[in-house]
């Protein structure tokens, strides 16, 4: 099977659901891979992914978000603006993942807002499963969420790229 087919049907959408997970991870991955270069955005649209400032903004706002998980007052994911922004985002990374394949951006975009609105309740259940039914602390099952996201992003903008 070709890379790009395994990107449509594979890495598109698990960029998308690692979204829901954490909006801002697949993001600053996508924008890393293009500045080294490996994720052709130049003389597109998506150029401005491939610049220094934006992978630095990109990584602070994931290390944000990693920290602001962990606070008792962050709302859920699922919660009206959290959803929307990481339907928003996941439609971003889609279209971006889609450019750097040369195909539909549209498509690209579609795909990846209905992964992240699936992959935001998707992560929401878990994480209320492994705390509330199995009893395993909080902190911990953040982490691994963490982790997790930042792992499967790092595959799947590879398979991306090839």
């Known amino acids: 099977m070709s890379i790009p087919i395994l990107a449509w049907l594979i890495a598109i959408p698990v960029?998308?659901?690692m979204t829901g997970f954490r909006a801002m991870t697949p993001m600053a991955v996508l924008c890393f891979f293009a500045y080294r270069g490996d994720l052709d955005v130049a003389r597109t649209w998506a150029f401005w992914t491939a610049k220094p400032v934006t992978v630095v903004v990109l990584i602070l706002l994931a290390l944000g978000e990693y920290l602001g998980d962990k606070l008792p007052r962050?709302?859920?994911r699922t919660a009206l603006f959290p959803l929307l922004s990481r339907v928003a985002f996941g439609a971003l990374v889609?279209?971006?993942a889609a450019t750097g394949l040369r195909g539909s951006v549209l498509e690209g975009g579609f795909l990846g807002a209905i992964s992240a609105f699936a992959g935001a309740f998707l992560g929401y259940s878990l994480r209320q499963w492994l705390t509330q039914e199995k009893g395993l602390p909080d902190l911990p099952?953040?982490?691994g969420e963490d982790a997790l996201t930042?792992?499967?992003?790092?595959?799947?903008v590879g398979i991306v790229t090839g």
Do not use: D, Q, Y
């Open 15 to 17: 960029l998308g659901v």
């Open 74 to 76: 962050t709302p859920n």
């Open 94 to 96: 889609g279209a971006l």
């Open 141 to 143: 099952v953040a982490l």
């Open 150 to 156: 930042l792992g499967l992003s790092f595959l799947a």
